[in-house]
């Protein structure tokens, strides 16, 4: 049975596009800057993954939105939001490297998902989990790309705040990132509840990390009277 919190993808979805369009606008305007063009992606991949929950809420659960839900959430739901970072904080050769490995990675999971059989005898219609794939190895590729995701999107934010604070005038800096960091963790908790059938939780915690990323994003851009090295996201304010 559905209750209130299975409506909660809809308007983080709405929340999810609006931000891909902020970013696109700003991304145009520098179209060489590679961390604006994976957080746009980023974001995009966000937004889809709570799309396909909104429809399992409102048309029910299919097999291609359940396998859709699970490549753009378990496996590109925060990868290109750390590949941003990555690009801001490491060398380019890096970066490039590390974008094609885990293009071509999650690639090859994507296609091992989409052929892995389901057993629909363990169905839950109001409860969208990678436990009804027959298959159950193919739930190991999601590990790789989060733990990237955590150490350069969680990190690489709690870095950035931490080398800000030292900096004078730069309270933006440290306040936007924070909000991004924990913004970024929220949803990896909320997905490890899904393991244990707590799919609510998940939704919820999207919400509200897709708005405190937001949140840091915007409180990053904003105008400082005090100009201070590039770090993580902060590197956005160069595209304006």
């Not at 590990?143 to 705040?161: K, Q």
């Amino acid at each position: 049975m559905q209750n209130v919190t299975h409506y909660i993808p809809i308007l983080t979805t709405l929340i999810s596009f609006a931000f891909t369009a902020a970013l696109y606008k700003h991304w145009r305007y520098k179209p060489e800057a590679k961390h604006l063009m994976w957080w746009t992606i980023g974001t995009l991949c966000f937004g889809i993954g709570t799309l396909t929950e909104s429809i399992n809420t409102l048309a029910g659960w299919s097999v291609l939105n359940m396998k859709a839900w699970y490549i753009s959430g378990a496996l590109l739901g925060a990868f290109p939001l750390a590949q941003g970072t990555v690009y801001l904080l490491t060398k380019r050769k890096f970066a490039d490297v590390s974008a094609w490995f885990f293009i071509v990675y999650i690639v090859i999971a994507a296609v091992a998902i989409t052929l892995a059989p389901v057993d629909r005898s363990i169905v839950d219609p109001t409860r969208l989990t990678g436990k009804v794939m027959m298959w159950s190895w193919v739930r190991l590729f999601s590990i790789l790309p989060n733990t990237y995701a955590l150490i350069f999107l969680v990190g690489g934010a709690v870095w950035s705040a931490v080398q800000y604070a030292r900096k004078q005038g730069s309270g933006n800096r440290v306040l936007g990132n924070w909000l991004i960091a924990i913004g970024g963790l929220l949803p990896g908790i909320g997905g490890s509840f899904t393991r244990f059938g707590y799919v609510e939780v998940l939704f919820v915690t999207e919400f509200i990390g897709i708005l405190l990323i937001w949140a840091g994003y915007r409180v990053i851009t904003r105008p400082q009277s005090v100009p201070v090295p590039v770090a993580a996201l902060a590197g956005m304010e160069k595209t304006k």
